[in-house]
């Protein structure tokens, strides 16, 4: 989808990987107009997977993820070690909003030979959104790190699996697009405090590892108030006065979310046991804490019995709380999800068609309109270059063969 | 400075649990003035219970994660079950610029609170109404929280060991944070939008699908191949070695993830493996992955005798992508976080001063401002319906005898 929220709004996107085309698609997606530099050679992620033979990375010009980060977005390719592509970066930031970029901290200075406040002071009306894996600066700016570790040294990993076994990390990137998340509401802030407060932009510094932490406040914040750190139950999301838990059914597994009196009692109800309710061991939060592993232990033979959507109907009939879990295959033939047209089809020039997760907000005063593709490599350079900025046809053949773009 | 110095925002916050309340706080952090809306017998469910202990401890109050995503507020109560309160709301609402709401489908329009009844009365408020799975749709009556929409979005499916068994729930309720940070972004979107229209509007945000989108490699890669991925656990389905090792100590691990030839060599230099260059098991990046379980044992043995910190500095010195798995106490002693000082100190009433996740985004001009509390049931009562609605006192006695407001729980 597609609105036109923010059809004021121009962006600068110098950005690869995910996190960095995740923020910047939220605003493309709402209708800022995001221009997406990339070296003549392409940003990484178009070589990166899913492709149909699931071979995984080296595709030619694009691999799935690429294509669904970078729906409606522009495309222009620039070779930034070239002074004349230097000039033409600039020349774009002439009247743009946001520039955002995700290189190493230091690395954007030394590619356009200017540093954030310089770019700031001669642009005054642009904000520089910078996403890195540590921040701008301390100790570890520098360091390596991928979604494994990220996951671990944020806290994700411990409190997830067995006891007994290795702690579990959290599947794929969802880290990263946490803190493009992040990245894309400073951008939005920035936007406002320019507009209503500073007169100028600013430079918004956005660390994933601290947009990792942000989300562990059960376990740092949770920590300090009672004294104990969150250890792996397996099954059980933790221990508390609820249970929260992952269940064997007949055909799958279900996930139970029984946190309330109320639910506890349509549990009961729905497992034909009320007399439960009043039972000394579960009749209060606390004591259903206290004796867990029993209720659980009644709980779980039920769950084994039956369909998993038969259990999400029983719940859905009494409020509690109790979900089927979906594969991915499912996630995307889900009725409820076909019947709000979530999923859009979107005709991708080199993969076909697929089907992408839809904008997940619905604005009241908008019919948005159905989602471009992501460019081709240097797709918009002619719209960009020769009728944006003037440069004619010979001059563009000229810098393509000087590889400026 | 704050971000709303010049033109003060003004957040009515009916929401409760996780997601709702992020998106009121975010504004706060802002400047925004957040008012939150608590009823006395039906207060935020994230305090707890009254049940989980004795009166005088004010067991409501002692909630770590309600005091966390409420900081910077100001609380107030109203029973909307009762006409005068809903009068009160109304009134509240005409005032502001941004409502949020995250009640199960269809409570609003029975409170006669319905956008359209509310942007009738103020044109220019943004409503953000947060159904987990829709306001409308043939499930759209499912009951939703963190674990139950992260689930539906497909995270729980692909979140298990690499050799089988259940799938498990994350720990932080994924669907919750995720869903409130895609609502705050809207509610900016809208108040952008508004200063060239002139006019707010409704946002329906269902969590389900704002949690979706961080599952599109897993959904395109089974479109493309036709295969369902499985869960990779530790490991990552191309490169190896890629794992969660057990360190010298109790319950002490490392994650190791090596994606490149020199990673390779610099790992076995560290743990002093240089043998293992030359094994024909790992000669190579692909044989190194069909040999995976070899793999893993070999760095098993390694890493059991080492001290997990200081293996993590070497590793991370010769360019290995390597850290601990961090437990919340070593979460807050982590060194990159405090030299960035990330963690906020905030005093709160009856819990006293505890650090706090600050701001993620750091701000060059106008940083955010996380260091306020949460408030206590009813705390701004008066403050606000004296300020805001300019209620005299004898107004608000008599909402206080007819039990419209109040700081006794109820519940």
Not at chain 2, 67 to 73: A, D, Y
Not at chain 2, 305 to 324: C, D, F, K, W
Request: proline content about 6%; aromatic content about 6%; hydrophobic content about 40%.
């Amino acid at each position: 989808m597609r609105y036109n929220s923010l059809s004021d709004i121009r962006v600068i996107d110098l950005t690869h990987h995910i996190a960095g085309p995740y923020a910047t698609r939220m605003l493309a997606e709402m209708g800022a107009e995001v221009i997406k530099v990339e070296p003549p050679w392409g940003e990484g992620a178009r070589r990166r997977g899913p492709t149909r033979d699931g071979t995984g990375d080296a595709c030619a010009d694009r691999g799935a993820l690429f294509a669904f980060l970078n729906t409606n977005k522009l495309g222009v390719t620039l070779d930034l070690r070239r002074a004349r592509a230097r000039e033409m970066l600039l020349a774009m930031l002439e009247g743009a909003d946001l520039l955002f970029e995700n290189f190493a901290p230091g690395t954007l200075q030394k590619l356009v030979g200017l540093s954030p406040n310089d770019i700031l002071a001669r642009f005054p009306r642009l904000s520089i959104v910078s996403i890195s894996n540590f921040g701008q600066d301390g100790p570890d700016r520098d360091a390596p790190i991928n979604d494994l570790v990220l996951f671990a040294r944020g806290g994700w990993t411990y409190p997830v699996g067995e006891p007994t076994r290795e702690p579990l990390t959290p599947p794929g990137s969802l880290a990263q697009y946490v803190g493009g998340l992040f990245a894309a509401i400073g951008a939005m802030q920035a936007l406002y405090a320019r507009n209503f407060v500073l007169g100028c932009g600013q430079h918004v510094d956005v660390s994933l590892l601290e947009a990792t932490v942000a989300t562990m406040i059960y376990e740092t914040v949770g920590f300090q108030y009672s004294g104990v750190a969150r250890v792996r139950v397996g099954k059980r999301y933790a221990v508390g006065p609820f249970l929260i838990v992952t269940l064997a059914c007949r055909d799958g597994y279900a996930g139970l979310h029984c946190v309330t009196d109320k639910q506890f009692e349509s549990l009961c109800e729905m497992m034909g046991r009320p007399e439960l309710v009043s039972d000394e061991r579960f009749r209060t939060a606390l004591l259903r804490m206290v004796n867990n592993d029993a209720l659980l232990a009644i709980v779980e033979p039920f769950f084994l019995e039956h369909d998993r959507m038969f259990l999400y109907r029983e719940g859905r009939k009494r409020k509690l709380p109790l979900v089927p879990i979906p594969s991915i295959a499912e996630v995307l033939e889900w009725e409820q999800l076909k019947a709000r047209g979530y999923f859009e089809t979107v005709r991708d020039p080199v993969l076909g068609e697929i089907r992408i997760p839809g904008a997940p907000l619905r604005l009241s005063s908008h019919r948005p309109e159905p989602t471009r593709p992501a460019p081709l490599l240097g797709e918009h350079n002619r719209l960009i270059f020769g009728e944006r900025f003037g440069l004619d046809g010979a001059e563009l053949s000229r810098l393509r063969q000087a590889g400026v773009i | 400075m704050s971000m709303t110095t010049h033109e003060r925002l003004r957040v009515v916050d009916l929401s409760m649990g996780w997601a709702g309340p992020l998106v009121g706080a975010m504004l706060s952090e802002m400047g925004a003035e957040v008012i939150k809306i608590e009823d006395t017998r039906h207060f935020d469910w994230w305090r707890g219970s009254l049940s989980m202990g004795a009166p005088e401890e004010h067991p409501i109050e002692r909630s770590a994660v309600f005091n966390s995503v409420n900081r910077g507020k100001l609380g107030v109560t109203l029973n909307l079950a009762d006409p005068r309160g809903v009068e009160v709301l109304k009134r509240l609402a005409v005032t502001a610029d941004v409502l949020i709401e995250n009640y199960s489908v269809g409570v609003m329009e029975r409170l006669g609170l319905s956008y359209r009844v509310l942007s009738a009365l103020n044109p220019r408020l943004v409503m953000i109404s947060m159904p987990s799975f829709g306001a409308e749709g043939p499930e759209s009556d499912a009951r939703g929280y963190g674990n139950t929409v992260e689930a539906m979005a497909g995270v729980t499916g692909l979140t298990g060991y690499h050799d089988g068994g259940q799938p498990y729930t994350l720990s932080n309720a994924l669907g919750d944070p995720v869903g409130g940070l895609n609502g705050m972004f809207a509610v900016m979107v809208a108040l952008h939008e508004r200063e060239r229209t002139g006019r707010g509007q409704w946002i329906e945000l269902a969590q389900v699908e704002a949690a979706i989108p961080l599952m599109a490699e897993a959904l395109l890669d089974y479109q493309l191949t036709g295969k369902i991925p499985p869960p990779h656990g530790n490991r990552h389905p191309r490169h190896a070695p890629h794992g969660i090792y057990r360190c010298a100590g109790e319950d002490n691990w490392i994650a190791v993830g090596v994606e490149s030839e020199a990673q390779w060599r610099a790992l076995l230099g560290v743990l002093g493996l240089e043998r293992l260059a030359a094994d024909p098991r790992f000669a190579t990046a692909e044989a190194r992955k069909r040999n995976e379980d070899a793999l893993d044992d070999a760095l098993s043995h390694a890493f059991a005798s080492r001290e997990t910190e200081e293996v993590a500095r070497r590793l991370i010195r010769a360019g290995v992508p390597a850290g601990q798995v961090n437990s919340a106490p070593a979460v807050m002693a982590d060194e990159q976080l405090q030299a960035r000082g990330y963690f906020v100190p905030v005093e709160r009433a009856i819990v006293g001063t505890h650090l706090y996740p600050g701001a993620v985004a750091r701000f060059s001009q106008t940083p955010l401002e996380t260091d306020r509390p949460a408030p206590l049931l009813g705390e701004h009562n008066r403050v606000v319906l004296r300020e805001v609605l300019g209620m005299s006192d004898a107004e608000m006695e008599a909402l206080e005898s007819a039990g419209i407001i109040g700081t006794r729980p109820l519940g």
